[in-house]
């Protein structure tokens, strides 16, 4: 999937990133802990880029802008030269960037041992725009030779989709993020490292054993607050200790997921994180009810894929919308007229495609959600048949030996 590699220069060297041939990401002069940041939020690195990369990333021990202006307070601002960002998280740090255009390559220049490099993803996804490709908020796996491409809202079930046929041997090809090219009808994952809530790992023991015993405690800890709080007759909750509680469940309940390496989980199939596109599902949260898989108009669903994405980019909207504040004479409509070519091309990637809605309750059986999307997953080859691009046999990740998720 990637390509990069470490070269002699000024700094701590160069690696480069090529995103499946598709997008091209330099860094110069990270240190180790950046380099291993970029590879979980896009993939490993290999040899040297063959072309010009469409996005640089610089690291500086001190990025120090002149007298800064605030847009958002603590989070997007602007001195007399350029536009800065301060990404949320353990260690935040500045990041220069102009959000002024993708028509060329894009320069970022972060703080060394920053952490994550600020929408980094999203940067990639709409830069594939560039070389005839769109950008989904879906998930992707492959099934007895058949690629199942899963989308939605957030919440909307598509990491349950994954999980749920990993469990019976399915090969991981992406979550969140997915790259679709419509010509080939191909899709190409971006392993960012897959988010798992405490229910997930109740359901799945291999995924489990991956995370602390510490950190699993902790999670039972507080869900064991939240009955508590359930259980509060109403006149206590209206007291002053209660609301405290309940102020502090708000924060604790959002500490109950963990991030692992997608590999880790579903081991290392021979894909290379791309797969075709032969199976489309809409995944839809609902009241009640059991998991229901009904025929859906793939116009439709392409509608519905571009309003997800176009929700997706809203923090990179917002800093958009901040840097035209900034400075009002720079063209930051790109992003609008990105989201409308993403659309066609989501648009003529899913035309006639079989595509179904998945209506579910939430939480959901993975074992049913299983059984019911499975009747309606083509199986263009057994599991055991070499996939036409890669000449070889579909892998069976860690969760395959796991007894049925129940």
């Not at 021990?61 to 990404?87: I, K, M, N, S």
């Not at 079930?157 to 990993?166: I, Q, R, W, Y």
């Not at 509608?303 to 009002?328: D, G, T, V």
Request: glycine share 8%; with cysteine.
């Amino acid at each position: 999937m990637t390509r990069s590699a470490s070269r002699e220069g000024s700094g701590l060297g160069v690696v480069d990133h090529d995103v499946h041939g598709i997008v091209g990401v330099r860094l110069v002069g990270p240190s180790p802990a950046d380099a291993a940041m970029v590879a979980r939020q896009i993939g490993p690195a290999g040899p040297a880029l063959p072309r010009d990369p469409d996005i640089v990333i610089r690291f500086e021990d001190d990025l120090r802008p002149g007298r800064l202006r605030w847009v958002d307070l603590g989070r997007t601002g602007y001195d007399e030269q350029a536009f800065f960002v301060v990404p949320s998280g353990r260690r935040p740090s500045r990041a220069r960037l102009s959000l002024a255009g993708l028509d060329g390559p894009l320069e970022i220049v972060c703080q060394r041992r920053g952490g994550r490099v600020p929408f980094l993803v999203a940067l990639v996804a709409l830069a594939a725009l560039r070389h005839g490709c769109a950008p989904l908020h879906a998930s992707a796996f492959r099934y007895e030779g058949a690629g199942v491409l899963v989308t939605g809202w957030a919440k909307g079930g598509k990491t349950e989709a994954l999980l749920a046929f990993a469990a019976r041997g399915a090969e991981y090809i992406g979550d969140e993020w997915i790259l679709v090219a419509p010509r080939e009808g191909r899709l190409y994952g971006l392993p960012e490292h897959i988010r798992l809530q405490d229910w997930h790992l109740d359901r799945l023991p291999a995924a489990a054993r991956l995370v602390p015993a510490s950190r699993r405690r902790l999670f039972a800890a507080i869900r064991g607050l939240e009955r508590l709080h359930r259980r509060l007759p109403r006149r206590a909750a209206a007291l002053a200790p209660a609301r405290l509680l309940d102020s502090a469940l708000a924060v604790l309940l959002r500490q109950v997921n963990v991030q692992l390496d997608p590999m880790a989980i579903f081991g290392r199939g021979p894909s290379r994180f791309s797969c075709p596109l032969d199976a489309l599902f809409l995944m839809v949260s609902a009241d009640g009810g059991d998991v229901a898989v009904t025929p859906a108009d793939p116009r439709t669903v392409a509608l519905q894929a571009a309003a997800s994405l176009r929700c997706e980019l809203l923090p990179l909207r917002a800093a958009a919308l901040a840097h035209a504040f900034a400075f009002p004479r720079h063209d930051t409509g790109w992003l609008d007229r990105a989201e409308t070519l993403a659309a066609d091309r989501i648009a003529a990637a899913f035309d006639h495609r079989d595509a179904y809605l998945v209506e579910h309750p939430y939480p959901v059986d993975l074992a049913e959600l299983f059984e019911a999307m499975a009747r309606h997953t083509p199986g263009r080859a057994s599991a055991g048949n070499p996939d036409p691009v890669t000449g070889r046999a579909a892998a069976r990740g860690p969760l395959h030996a796991e007894p049925a998720v129940r």
